[in-house]
């Protein structure tokens, strides 16, 4: 059974990084083409795809967000990581880690953390 839990602060001031540790358990990050996403919902709002890591250790990103985020990883630990830098009140929201599904989608997702951003 895969599974994620995310990690990290549920609270952060405007014009600094959120950083979020996945831990993943039952699976490797770096089993051959698995890909490894970050995923979030703002309130009230629909589910956005921010970027992955893939078992290779390369990234990519959702084009509005790429300036500020990079996502790094822990094959020791079988930890990833996202860090969003220069955070505003937009990017209050439930943050989720998950497992591509190589047909689509994702097949395991973390219970998601909400972390807030406020002064």
């Known amino acids: 059974q895969v599974q994620l839990q995310e990690s990290g602060p549920g609270l952060v001031k405007p014009s600094q990084t959120l950083s979020l540790t996945c831990t993943v358990s039952?699976?490797?990050?770096?089993?051959?083409?698995?890909?490894w996403s970050w995923i979030r919902q703002p309130p009230g709002k629909a589910l956005e795809w921010m970027g992955f890591?893939?078992?290779?250790?390369?990234?990519y990103f959702t084009p509005s967000l790429k300036s500020r985020s990079s996502i790094s990883r822990d094959t020791a630990r079988n930890q990833f990581t996202l860090r969003l830098s220069s955070v505003t009140l937009e990017d209050t929201a439930v943050y989720y880690c998950?497992?591509?599904?190589?047909?689509?989608?994702?097949?395991?997702w973390g219970k998601g953390t909400l972390v807030t951003v406020s002064s």
């Open positions: 039952g699976d490797s990050i770096t089993t051959d083409l698995s890909f």
């Open positions: 998950a497992r591509d599904d190589p047909t689509g989608g994702m097949d395991y």
């Open positions: 890591i893939a078992y290779s250790g390369a990234t």
